[in-house]
Nanobody
Framework: QVQLVESGGGLVQAGGSLRLSCLVSGRTRDTKAVGWFRQAPGKERQFVAAISWRASNTYYADSVKGRFTISRDNVKNMGYLQMNSLKPEDTAVYYC?????????????????WGQGTQVTVSS
């Protein structure tokens, strides 16, 4: 079992930046990828970005490409999502998730464990 805890959310003005962190604990040796998803009120949870846990492969949703950067430190068991040039439409609860799949899943079904989420609010 893998546990994940997100932190770093908050309120920021449009154009600003935030860095989300995700602590991965438990059976981390089963983790092959870490992903970030977000869910805005009244909307479905959507994929944001994913990274291989022990390689440098990354994948981004088109809506965040060029603005967000996913990274990880598997020595510290931490995942990160650097978010720059934030827009009001980025407002959502952001979740990190761990996957035992060897590829980079972009849908929720590809992930085994989820954090509780952290709120990001971008004001205009």
């Amino acid at each position: 079992q893998v546990q994940l805890v997100e932190s770093g959310g908050g309120l920021v003005q449009a154009g600003g930046s935030l860095r989300l962190s995700c602590l991965v604990s438990g059976r981390t040796r089963d983790t092959k990828a870490v992903g970030w998803f977000r869910q805005a009120p009244g909307k479905e949870r959507q994929f944001v970005a994913a990274i291989s846990w022990r390689a440098s492969n990354t994948y981004y949703a088109d809506s965040v490409k060029g603005r967000f950067t996913i990274s990880r430190d598997n020595v510290k068991n931490m995942g990160y999502l650097q978010m720059n040039s934030l827009k009001p439409e980025d407002t959502a609860v952001y979740y990190c998730a761990a996957s035992s799949r060897v590829y980079l899943p972009t849908n929720q079904d590809g992930y085994n464990s989820w954090g509780q989420g952290t709120q990001v609010t971008v004001s205009s």
